[in-house]
């Protein structure tokens, strides 16, 4: 098998590993209380999930049509490549204690469950948006391993909006859980860990 070949089989089981993690916790989350996406935006809302659409369908391309992919394929040493792999791997694992610890307050958007709980241990004890973190440790780690310069800009593209989103569901979590919220975010950062003093 080829280096080439071995990444794609590593970046498979990582985008496997993710897919069905995902589906299994938005499963369990599922409680049938409607979602509105009015206060993330309709055009924002659309325009994410499009990019997380071309994310995924160049992502199915880079795995089935290696000349295709090819095509958007950058320079990149194999120890570099990995290493995206392994940080992708991590991402993976990370994702998965970050949705166990959210529970029934998942949700692809903004809104906050009516009987959501401030959720403030497992990943949520150093960063206030372990998701997005872990995300993106995923999404970069995979476009690394594939090195692939159009997985690389849907990556930038998706992780971007999520960011951008961030304040507004800060805002709904602070109107829903108040000083408990301002308390978290206070001993708290949104992506990266706090270093002790």
């Known amino acids: 098998m080829t280096q080439d070949n071995a990444l794609r089989v ?6 496997l590993g993710t897919g069905v993690f ?5 499963r369990r989350a599922h409680t049938g209380e409607p979602i509105s996406r009015r206060d993330e935006g309709l055009a924002f809302a659309l325009v994410l999930r499009l990019l997380g659409l071309g994310l995924w369908i160049v992502l199915i391309g880079y795995l089935v049509d290696a000349a295709w992919a090819a095509r958007f394929q950058y320079p990149s040493p194999p120890a570099a490549r990995w290493a995206c792999l392994a940080v992708a791997l991590v991402g993976t694992a990370g994702l998965r204690w970050t949705l166990e610890s959210l529970g029934k307050n998942l949700t692809d958007t903004v809104v906050v469950r009516r009987d959501a709980a401030l ?3 497992g990943p949520y ?10 995300t993106g440790m995923v999404m970069f780690g995979i476009a690394g391993a594939a090195a692939n310069g159009l997985l690389a800009a849907l990556c930038v ?10 304040p ?6 602070l109107e829903r859980f108040g000083d408990d919220y301002r308390r978290y975010m206070a ?5 990266f860990p706090r270093i002790p003093a």
């Open 125 to 134: 004890r150093f960063v206030r948006h372990p998701f997005y973190v872990t």
């Open 119 to 121: 959720v403030t241990t």
């Open 22 to 26: 995902a589906a299994i916790y938005r």
């Open 157 to 166: 593209a998706v992780w971007t909006m999520l960011a951008v989103r961030t």
């Open 187 to 191: 001993v708290t950062n949104r992506f």
């Open 10 to 15: 590593g970046v498979l089981i990582v985008g």
């Open 168 to 173: 507004k569901e800060e805002q709904q979590l």
